[in-house]
């Protein structure tokens, strides 16, 4: 498997700095071109599953073959689908085959170790049922458990149980109603003193803290300058927004430098008025790639042309600098040359929710205006808790070295997991430095494959496909964590390696 790789590859492409003086560190990543006999494979594998879909919807057509599928009535075939022709056909010829490799049960913490509800399909992943029995002590190489606050024993448990008796589990109201805890308010003045900003706003949930206030923010007459790689929640709350979008390469700064000249030279379509505002948005850690922003470059070009810069932190924040603070703390920059600073408590905070920080103005202004802080119930009492106890952690206020030492832990256990996976032979995608691992496996039939197996060793693994990802860069995606020990990278790594062989024995099953 991995001499079939490296046989057939490019050299590797590092992703070089375009402005080094703005860096005080090397800049690299790594993104190896798909090796050109992968490429071709990985398409007739497409193919040959795409007839054989065919095939088999003429079958269900004449009923030759159950059709397990809800399909319209005769009298709404007028009506608009409710899904794409091929959108509905990718679902129930492809994803089908390998469903059972997402939507686990978890029945506990999903900490470095976790449990699992064992299930069994019986009609090829198109139901589940459960055994009764608990698959114990899976290694946990999925989920966004960056620092290790996953955990319900410790400080952090132990605070939460008492913000759950003083104040109980559910507020019942929004924020600008009766939902307004004092608990909420410390929050976010402790979220601001750790952002370094003026102000900051929190919300309950991290995906609509993008959706929702990128529409507060822009309108008609705005125009956005997107990564083409960033997240679903940047991309809704840009398209609510009803602002103009273009698409930028991911992290090309020649891409964004061109958008923005032709935005400021043309103005807007057919008046060419100039734009009211120019927003661009990126993120911290792109959580596909593992790679990083070019943070001081699009820092660089938004102070040149008077753009405004809108940073999605959501898996940055803690995971990266020396004080776990961001991406703009990893690159040493002042927080202020962003305008709007965003990020969520679900990763390293082992919460739920996200957060807004920035100057007061811009707080004062979201207050007033943006759906989610208007309509939606107040985050619950514990969880404030949770993110006010793991945030004092990592800053040291808590007296101890606890946060500086998974911080510490995380950089030692990314750098040590990707130099082994690259010493093993593997394309390995993202920066040095991030904690989100995607390891390269191309073909449809090794995305299925490589999760049950690597499962069967007692390792739970992401695996991601088409339409996540191009449909010829399909991948495992493994997430590092400051909890994990040596012995389990170790394991993990060694298991790896096995199940390639397993493959590589089985033909690709």
């Given at each position: 498997?991995?001499?079939?790789?490296?046989?057939?590859?490019?050299?590797?492409n590092?992703?070089?700095?375009h402005?080094?003086?703005?860096?005080?560190k090397?800049?690299l990543?790594?993104?190896?071109?798909?090796?050109?006999?992968?490429?071709?494979?990985?398409?007739?594998?497409?193919?040959?599953?795409?007839?054989?879909?065919?095939?088999?919807?003429?079958?269900?057509?004449?009923?030759?073959?159950?059709?397990?599928?809800?399909?319209?009535?005769?009298e709404?075939?007028?009506?608009?689908p409710?899904?794409?022709?091929?959108?509905?056909?990718?679902?129930?010829?492809?994803?089908?085959?390998?469903?059972?490799?997402?939507?686990?049960?978890?029945?506990?913490?999903?900490?470095?170790?976790?449990?699992?509800?064992?299930?069994?399909?019986r009609d090829?992943?198109?139901?589940?049922?459960?055994?009764?029995?608990?698959?114990?002590?899976?290694?946990?190489?999925?989920?966004?458990?960056?620092?290790?606050?996953?955990?319900?024993t410790?400080?952090?448990a132990?605070?939460?149980?008492?913000?759950t008796?003083?104040?109980?589990?559910?507020v019942?109201?929004?924020r600008?109603?009766?939902?307004?805890?004092?608990?909420?308010e410390?929050?976010?003045q402790?979220?601001?003193?750790?952002?370094?900003?003026?102000?900051?706003?929190?919300?309950?949930?991290?995906?609509?803290?993008n959706?929702m206030?990128?529409?507060?923010?822009?309108?008609?007459?705005?125009?956005?300058?997107?990564?083409?790689?960033?997240?679903?929640?940047?991309?809704?709350?840009?398209?609510?927004?009803?602002?103009?979008?273009r698409?930028?390469?991911h992290n090309?700064?020649?891409?964004?430098?061109?958008?923005?000249?032709?935005?400021?030279?043309?103005?807007?379509?057919?008046?060419?008025?100039?734009?009211?505002?120019?927003?661009?948005?990126?993120?911290g850690?792109?959580?596909?790639?593992?790679s990083?922003?070019?943070?001081?470059?699009?820092?660089?070009?938004?102070?040149?042309?008077?753009?405004?810069?809108?940073?999605?932190?959501a898996h940055?924040?803690?995971?990266?600098?020396?004080?776990?603070?961001?991406?703009?703390?990893?690159?040493?920059?002042?927080p202020?040359?962003?305008?709007?600073?965003?990020?969520?408590?679900?990763?390293?905070?082992?919460?739920?929710g996200?957060?807004?920080?920035?100057?007061?103005?811009?707080?004062?202004?979201?207050?007033?205006?943006?759906?989610?802080?208007?309509?939606?119930?107040?985050?619950s009492?514990?969880?404030?808790q949770?993110?006010i106890?793991?945030?004092?952690?990592?800053?040291g206020?808590?007296?101890?070295?606890?946060?500086?030492?998974r911080?510490r832990?995380?950089s030692?256990n990314?750098?040590?997991f990707?130099r082994?996976?690259?010493?093993?032979?593997?394309?390995?995608?993202?920066n040095?430095?991030?904690?989100?691992?995607?390891?390269?496996?191309?073909?449809?039939?090794k995305?299925?494959?490589?999760?049950?197996?690597?499962?069967?060793?007692?390792?739970?693994?992401?695996?991601?496909g088409?339409?996540?990802?191009?449909?010829?860069?399909?991948?495992?995606?493994?997430?590092?964590?400051?909890?994990?020990?040596?012995?389990?990278l170790?394991?993990?790594?060694?298991?790896?390696?096995?199940?390639?062989?397993?493959?590589?024995?089985?033909?690709g099953?």
């Amino acid at each position: 498997f991995n001499d079939f790789f490296f046989s057939y590859g490019f050299p590797k492409n590092q992703n070089v700095t375009h402005n080094s003086s703005l860096y005080k560190k090397p800049f690299l990543e790594s993104f190896e071109e798909t090796p050109l006999l992968v490429a071709v494979l990985t398409y007739m594998g497409y193919g040959i599953l795409t007839i054989f879909g065919y095939l088999r919807d003429f079958l269900r057509h004449w009923n030759i073959e159950k059709c397990h599928v809800a399909r319209e009535r005769e009298e709404q075939k007028d009506f608009v689908p409710l899904y794409q022709d091929f959108e509905n056909f990718y679902t129930r010829n492809l994803y089908m085959r390998i469903r059972d490799n997402w939507n686990r049960p978890i029945c506990s913490v999903p900490g470095a170790k976790m449990d699992l509800v064992e299930r069994v399909s019986r009609d090829y992943n198109w139901t589940f049922e459960h055994t009764g029995k608990v698959v114990k002590d899976v290694i946990n190489m999925g989920s966004y458990n960056y620092l290790g606050f996953a955990e319900n024993t410790g400080t952090c448990a132990d605070a939460a149980i008492e913000a759950t008796q003083a104040y109980g589990v559910g507020v019942g109201s929004s924020r600008c109603e009766m939902g307004n805890l004092d608990i909420h308010e410390e929050m976010e003045q402790l979220v601001a003193r750790f952002l370094g900003v003026e102000s900051s706003m929190t919300f309950g949930m991290g995906f609509a803290t993008n959706s929702m206030n990128i529409p507060a923010l822009t309108g008609k007459g705005c125009l956005i300058l997107s990564d083409e790689l960033n997240h679903a929640s940047l991309v809704l709350g840009a398209r609510l927004s009803g602002s103009t979008i273009r698409v930028f390469k991911h992290n090309n700064m020649q891409s964004l430098e061109k958008l923005l000249r032709d935005a400021i030279v043309h103005g807007q379509p057919r008046t060419h008025r100039p734009w009211k505002k120019i927003l661009i948005v990126v993120e911290g850690i792109y959580s596909m790639e593992g790679s990083i922003v070019r943070l001081p470059e699009v820092i660089a070009l938004k102070k040149r042309y008077k753009a405004y810069l809108y940073l999605d932190e959501a898996h940055s924040i803690g995971a990266l600098g020396p004080n776990g603070r961001g991406v703009v703390d990893y690159f040493g920059l002042d927080p202020k040359d962003v305008d709007i600073m965003m990020g969520t408590f679900t990763k390293s905070f082992g919460a739920a929710g996200g957060y807004i920080g920035g100057k007061k103005e811009l707080i004062d202004y979201l207050r007033r205006h943006s759906h989610s802080a208007l309509y939606a119930t107040s985050m619950s009492p514990p969880v404030a808790q949770q993110i006010i106890t793991s945030m004092k952690i990592i800053m040291g206020e808590d007296g101890t070295t606890l946060g500086a030492d998974r911080l510490r832990q995380l950089s030692e256990n990314t750098t040590y997991f990707r130099r082994k996976l690259r010493e093993m032979g593997f394309i390995i995608y993202g920066n040095d430095d991030s904690p989100v691992v995607p390891m390269m496996l191309y073909m449809p039939a090794k995305i299925g494959a490589f999760g049950r197996e690597m499962l069967k060793r007692n390792i739970g693994t992401v695996v991601v496909g088409f339409p996540a990802t191009p449909i010829i860069e399909s991948r495992a995606r493994f997430c590092v964590s400051a909890a994990h020990t040596r012995e389990m990278l170790d394991t993990v790594t060694l298991t790896i390696s096995q199940t390639v062989e397993s493959e590589k024995r089985s033909g690709g099953r």
